[in-house]
C-alpha cells in the first residue's frame, strides 16, 4: 500500500531564507507527482505537477524535483515571503489514476 | 471563469439528517471526484467521475452516494448523517484522467454531525 510522508510537519523560517520540503513514498511505481498549497479554510491550488519521466519542474520560485528510484520528491522555495506561508501537500498518483496524499508540511515565514 | 464552485460552504446537521453538498465546475472537465479531509488522516477520496453518467468508489465510499448526470454536477449526498461524517468536504475536477492533468479544488464545505 502506497504511503506517503511529508516531514517536517510545520516549518517556521525568517523571510528572505531557502528552503526546502520533503515527500517520500514507499511505492515507485507512480504516474506522477503533485504539489499544493493550501490555505487556513481554502482548498488546494496545484503549484506543480511532475511526470515520472521528468526530474524536475519550475515556476517562478518554486523547483520541484522527483527521485522515483529513492521514493522522493522535494519542493524548493527560493527567497521566501510571509505570502508563501501556507500548508503544502504533496500527491503522488499511481498508474490506475489514484492519488495519494501526504498530511502536509504548515509552512510560516516571518517578516 | 468561476472553477470549481461548491455550496454550502458551512452545514450543521443533526445525526440521521440527510442532505446534498454541490459542486460544479465551468472548465468542461470530463474528470470531477469529492475528497474529506481530516487532521491527522490527510484527504481521502470518497467517490469520482470520468465523464458524465459514470461514477466508481475512492477509499472511504460508505454513508455517501453520487450521480453525474451533467458534465458540470457532480453531487455529493449523505444519505443518513453520522458524528463520523463530520469533516471538511472538497469537490476537485480535471480536464481529463488525474495521472497526466492538475487537479483543481473548490473551496470546500465544512460539516458538523451533532
Known amino acids: 500500500k502506497q504511503e506517503v510522508t511529508q516531514i517536517p510537519a510545520a516549518l517556521s523560517v525568517p523571510e528572505g531564507e531557502n528552503l526546502v520540503l520533503n515527500c517520500s513514498f514507499t511505492?515507485?511505481?507512480?504516474?506522477?507527482l503533485q504539489w499544493f498549497r493550501q490555505d487556513p479554510g481554502k482548498g488546494l491550488t496545484s503549484l506543480l505537477l511532475?511526470?515520472?519521466?521528468?526530474r524536475e519542474q519550475t515556476s517562478g520560485r518554486l523547483n520541484a524535483s522527483l527521485d522515483k528510484s529513492s521514493g522522493r520528491s522535494t519542493l524548493y522555495i527560493a527567497a521566501s515571503q510571509p505570502g508563501d506561508s501556507a500548508t503544502y501537500l504533496c500527491?503522488?498518483?499511481?498508474?490506475?489514476?489514484?492519488?495519494?496524499f501526504g498530511q502536509g508540511t504548515t509552512l510560516q515565514v516571518k517578516p | 471563469n468561476a472553477g470549481v464552485t461548491q455550496t454550502p460552504k458551512f452545514q450543521v446537521l443533526k445525526t440521521g439528517q440527510s442532505m446534498t453538498l454541490q459542486c460544479a465546475q465551468d472548465?468542461?472537465?470530463?474528470?470531477m471526484s469529492w475528497y474529506r479531509q481530516d487532521p491527522g488522516m490527510g484527504l481521502r477520496l470518497i467517490h469520482y467521475?470520468?465523464?458524465?453518467?459514470?461514477?466508481d468508489q475512492g477509499e472511504v465510499p460508505n454513508g455517501y452516494n453520487v450521480s453525474r448526470s451533467t458534465t458540470e454536477d457532480f453531487p455529493l449526498r449523505l444519505l443518513s448523517a453520522a458524528p463520523s461524517q463530520t469533516s471538511v468536504y472538497f469537490c476537485?475536477?480535471?480536464?481529463?484522467?488525474?495521472?497526466?492533468?492538475?487537479?483543481?479544488f473548490g473551496s470546500g464545505t465544512q460539516l458538523s454531525v451533532l
Open positions: 476537485a475536477s480535471s480536464l481529463g484522467q488525474p495521472r497526466g492533468e492538475k487537479l483543481f
Open positions: 467521475s470520468v465523464g458524465a453518467g459514470i461514477t
Open positions: 500527491a503522488v498518483i499511481s498508474n490506475t489514476g489514484k492519488l495519494i
Open positions: 511505492d515507485s511505481a507512480i504516474y506522477n
Open positions: 511532475i511526470q515520472s519521466s521528468q
Open positions: 472548465m468542461n472537465h470530463e474528470y
